[in-house]
C-alpha cells in the first residue's frame, strides 16, 4: 500500500519525505499535459466541426434540377437551373424565380426524403430477416 501511495505521490509532485517534483511539476511533464489537452480539445470540438462542414458542403454540391430546396433564409423552392456557384430556384405557387447562390443552400429536402426512405427500407429489411432466423430457429425445433 505505501509503494502505491509513494508512487501515486511521487507522479502528481507529492513526494514521500523526500523534496523535489513529481512528473507534472517538471518541464517535460508540462509540455505531455498541454498537448494532452490540445488533443482532447481536437477531438471534442475541432473534428466535429471539420466533419459536418464537409457534409454541409457536400450537400449544396449535390444539389441538382429538381431538387426540393430550403435557403439559409428560410425560403423554400425547387432547383430549375443549375450555373456554377448560382441556382435558379422556383417557388410559390405563381412560380416567382429566384436566384440565389450554392452558399445559400441550408437543407435539401429531396436528399433528406431518399435518406428517410433508404433507412426505412434497412430497417424493414433488418426486420424481415430477423422473423426469416426466427421462424428457421422454430423449424429447426420442429
Do not use: C, H
Request: hydrophobic letters at 40%.
Amino acid at each position: 500500500m505505501n509503494m502505491i501511495t509513494m508512487a501515486l505521490g511521487s507522479l502528481f509532485g507529492k513526494s514521500a519525505g523526500t523534496s523535489g517534483g513529481g512528473f507534472f511539476s517538471s518541464t517535460w511533464g508540462m509540455i505531455a499535459l498541454i498537448g494532452g489537452m490540445f488533443a482532447i480539445m481536437y477531438f471534442l470540438m475541432i473534428r466535429p466541426q471539420n466533419k459536418q462542414r464537409k457534409a454541409e458542403e457536400e450537400l449544396r454540391n449535390s444539389t441538382e434540377i429538381g431538387d426540393d430546396v430550403v435557403t439559409i433564409g428560410g425560403i423554400v423552392g425547387k432547383v430549375v437551373s443549375v450555373k456554377d456557384d448560382v441556382l435558379i430556384i422556383e417557388t410559390g405557387a405563381d412560380r416567382n424565380k429566384m436566384k440565389v447562390t450554392r452558399w445559400a443552400i441550408r437543407d435539401n429536402l429531396s436528399k433528406q426524403q431518399a435518406q428517410k426512405e433508404a433507412m426505412e427500407r434497412a430497417k424493414k429489411a433488418k426486420e424481415e430477416a430477423k422473423e426469416a432466423k426466427k421462424k428457421e430457429k422454430e423449424a429447426a425445433k420442429k
